[in-house]
T-cell receptor, first 113, second 115 residues
Framework: AQSVAQPEDQVNVAEGNPLTVKCTYS??????LFWYVQYPNRGLQFLLK??????LVKGSYGFEAEFNKSQTSFHLKKPSALVSDSALYFC???????????FGAGTQVVVTP | EAGVAQSPRYKIIEKRQSVAFWCNPI?????LYWYQQILGQGPKLLIQ????????DSQLPKDRFSAERLKGVDSTLKIQPAKLEDSAVYLC?????????????FGPGTRLTVL
């Protein structure tokens, strides 16, 4: 079965420091991977996706993610975090050809001034 | 463009009562999803529509949950009767079509509390 794991419940980082949110995956075949962000009392917003091609994927709001096949990881990164990046981040993997996503449990990011 | 609309935003009911949620997807989006997000967990797909047909409802508790998407646009999700464990945020999402690379656009959700 296709699945993703987010090993950290919460990540704390100071504003201006690099931010990394970890995600590992388990799939049969080639993975289609996604990152979404959820702000309080709002729905999920799409950040970026990996389908094929370059291992470094650039997305919205200055975020990027690195696909690593040997480590089965798809970590989300931002070079310099902002207080406004504080939110809940979800990694997801496509589980079928009809667009069904399996989400991780989420990682709460807290950026302090 | 207008996003995915959902109503109500909040609902409090007692167990064994009925409740219904409404979703209006982004115009032109053929695929519509309903998710259940329990506190501390990622969203779980309940049902997926392509136009007005069901693509996947394998995780929908059909003894109490039902959903429809008449005319292939708006959708309603109903719970009857509700249980305490149904307390969650119900998210609606839409995408252009069934192509696996299409990102999904989410509404703000309906927070359901069952007492």
């Amino acid at each position: 079965a296709q699945s993703v794991a987010q090993p950290e419940d919460q990540v704390n980082v100071a504003e201006g420091n690099p931010l990394t949110v970890k995600c590992t995956y388990s799939v049969s075949g080639n993975p289609y991977l996604f990152w979404y962000v959820q702000y309080p009392n709002r729905g999920l917003q799409f950040l970026l996706k990996y389908i094929t091609g370059d291992n470094l994927v650039k997305g919205s709001y200055g975020f990027e993610a690195e696909f690593n096949k040997s480590q089965t990881s798809f970590h989300l990164k931002k070079p310099s975090a902002l207080v406004s990046d504080s939110a809940l981040y979800f990694c997801a993997v496509l589980t079928d050809s009809w667009g069904k996503l399996q989400f991780g449990a989420g990682t709460q990011v807290v950026v302090t001034p | 463009e207008a996003g995915v609309a959902q109503s109500p935003r909040y609902k409090i009911i007692e167990k064994r009562q009925s409740v219904a949620f409404w979703c209006n997807p982004i115009s032109g989006h053929a695929t519509l999803y309903w998710y259940q997000q329990i506190l501390g967990q990622g969203p779980k797909l309940l049902i997926q529509f392509q136009n007005n047909g069901v693509v996947d409802d394998s995780q929908l508790p059909k003894d109490r949950f039902s959903a429809e998407r008449l005319k292939g646009v708006d959708s309603t999700l109903k719970i009857q009767p509700a249980k305490l464990e149904d307390s969650a945020v119900y998210l609606c999402a839409s995408s252009l079509g069934l192509a696996s690379y299409n990102e999904q656009f989410f509404g703000p959700g309906t927070r359901l509390t069952v007492l």
